[in-house]
């Protein structure tokens, strides 16, 4: 069984930039399709971006131009960068498999953007 714990996360000004990561316990290879998700205060969590063993990514509309999504098969990782952050990215991350979600919910990891 594959286990998914995300990293990355923290505070930055608007504008600013992280890179998220999401470890796999095991190959991601058998995962066709990995996605990231956030949830935000008092709302319910959202899609973000997904992309499949092939490199095929798909985001959210709220999110294209600015974040990337990837993945690196042989590490087991799967990747978030975020460029441009506004306020309103403020959420907690997850990774998953996409573009919905299968599989048991990791930690997650904050991010945080201020004003």
């Known amino acids: 069984q594959v286990q998914l714990v995300e990293s990355g996360g923290g505070l930055v000004q608007a504008g600013g930039s992280l890179r998220l990561s999401c470890v796999a316990s095991g190959s991601i290879f058998i995962i066709n399709v990995m996605g990231w998700y956030r949830q935000a205060p008092g709302k319910q969590r959202e899609f973000v971006a997904s992309i499949t063993r092939g490199g095929n990514a798909i985001y959210a509309d709220s999110v294209k131009g600015r974040f990337t999504i990837s993945r690196d098969n042989a590490k087991n990782t799967a990747y978030l960068q975020m460029n441009s952050l506004k306020p309103e990215d403020t959420a907690v991350y997850y990774c998953?498999?996409?573009?919905?979600?299968?599989?048991?919910w990791g930690p997650g990891t904050q991010v945080t953007v201020s004003s």
């Open positions: 998953n498999s996409g573009p919905r979600a299968t599989m048991a």
